[in-house]
């Protein structure tokens, strides 16, 4: 089981606003990342830290925390944004990484 | 601009071991951290563990210690990652993922992935 939770599948329509969230105890102490994944490819990196985009991540990705939650939150979603995205971070004695288990986000 | 270029797919019998590759460049290999990552079919991305190339300290998952080693050749700015004892379980994509800087676990670039296939 993973010590980080995601819901399962998520749904936006075309050009609104979506978010995903990753809830674990260990958001508490340290920062996420998350990544993005399309079908048969390497998952890319697209927001870490407090609300940090590597380069060439479109600004309708952003994030947030509250309490033990991280949010991933995509404003004006793209038809191109639908895939898999995962949370990570240390796990609760942080000293091993851990993964969220995934949310599938389909654009409508 | 940072590669990370592995080795190619396998195909191994239970209780083998394998060995997979990752070869950086674009930057200073030893400053960086590496992690190794696998998605087994259809499902979500597991953390195998990490190595600090700057005198290959380890850190590996609890679920695969004994079994998982990873070490890294300065001189050819490669890092590797064998693991033994190997099941039907172990099929999945082995990836590389390079840290933002020393054990962040912030997993800045990614390798394309390795397919290990475990078969009789």
């Known amino acids: 089981s993973s010590e980080l939770t995601q819901d399962p599948a998520v749904s936006v329509a075309l050009g609104q606003t979506v978010r995903i969230t990753c809830q674990g105890d260990s958001l508490r102490s340290y920062y996420a990342s998350w990544s993005q994944q399309k079908p048969g490819q390497a998952p890319v990196l697209v927001l870490y830290?407090?609300?940090n985009r590597p380069s060439g991540i479109p600004g309708r990705f952003s994030g947030s925390y509250s309490g033990n939650t991280s949010s991933l939150t995509i404003t004006g979603a793209q038809a191109e944004d639908e895939a898999d995205y995962y949370c990570?971070?240390?796990?609760?004695?942080?000293?091993?990484?851990?993964f969220g288990g995934g949310t599938k986000l389909t654009v409508l | 601009q940072v590669h990370l270029v592995q080795s190619g797919a396998e195909v191994k019998k239970p209780g083998a071991s394998v060995k997979v590759s990752c070869k950086a460049s674009?930057?200073?290999?030893?400053?960086?951290?590496m992690h190794w990552v696998r998605q087994a079919p259809g499902q979500g991305l597991e953390w195998m563990g990490m190595i600090n190339p700057n005198g290959d300290t380890t850190t590996y998952a609890q679920k695969l210690q004994g079994r998982v080693t990873m070490t890294s050749d300065t001189s050819t700015s490669t890092v590797y990652m064998e693991l033994s004892s190997l099941t039907s379980e172990d099929t999945a994509v082995y990836y590389c993922?390079?840290?933002?800087?020393?054990?962040?676990?912030?997993?800045?670039?990614w390798g394309q992935g390795t397919l290990v296939t475990v078969s009789s």
């Open positions: 993922a390079r840290d933002y800087g020393s054990g962040s676990y912030y997993l800045f670039y």
């Open positions: 674009g930057y200073t290999f030893a400053t960086y951290y």
């Open positions: 990570d971070s240390r796990d609760s004695s942080g000293n091993y990484g851990v």
């Open positions: 830290g407090n609300n």
